[in-house]
């Protein structure tokens, strides 16, 4: 058993291999190249700009309040024979997160139990999970989950950059054959 590269989804039969990198299906394997780019990211731009958007603005609420980084919320809701749970990952401060994190916790609280056996063994977990985040401290560096968010935007950013020029350099081009 193993997890997409691209977006953690456990990868239980099909999906693609390129490069020893596992993906889910074609959506996420089309994202190989910008997972490459990522890990070329060199460690010294990573973590300027990790603390530059740790120290900035809450993407949520647009305070300034605590440090950005991921924060993950847990959810579990059922019904008889149906359980459903899920994590959600956010980027934002740590006010923001600790809110997240106390909704997750009610609802599942409110949401969970209804279902058996899933819901009763579920429910305790999902909560404990909330529960736990919050009353862990603001992380003191970047967490592992953040850096890695940051590479994928910092590629992402190098190939917007990169096929910028190449439109321009086309354009100009053409403007010279015009002439
Ligand atoms: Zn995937
Ligand atoms: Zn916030």
């Known amino acids: ?35 490459e780019l990522a890990d070329q990211v060199p460690h010294d731009v990573l973590r300027k700009h990790a603390q530059a958007w740790r120290a900035g603005a809450c993407p949520k609420c647009r305070k300034n309040a605590g440090p950005v980084d991921v924060y993950a919320e847990h959810r579990v809701h059922s019904f008889v024979l149906i359980t459903q749970w899920r994590s959600r990952r956010t980027v934002c401060c740590r006010r923001c997160g600790r809110l997240c994190q106390l909704r997750g916790a009610l609802y599942s609280a409110a949401l969970g139990w209804w279902g058996f056996p899933w819901g009763l063994l579920v429910t305790p977990i999902q909560i404990a999970r909330n529960v736990a985040g919050m009353a862990a401290r603001a992380p003191e560096q970047p967490t592992p989950s953040f ?26 081009g053409e403007g010279v054959t015009h002439r």
């Open 1 to 35: 058993m193993s997890e997409c590269s691209y977006c953690g989804k456990t990868v239980l039969f099909g999906g693609r291999t390129i490069e020893k990198r596992r993906y889910c299906g074609a959506a996420c394997a089309s994202r190989h190249g910008l997972l």
């Open 147 to 172: 850096e890695r968010l940051v590479r994928l935007q910092l590629a992402q950013a190098h190939l917007r950059q990169r096929s910028k020029v190449r439109i321009a350099s086309v354009a100009a």
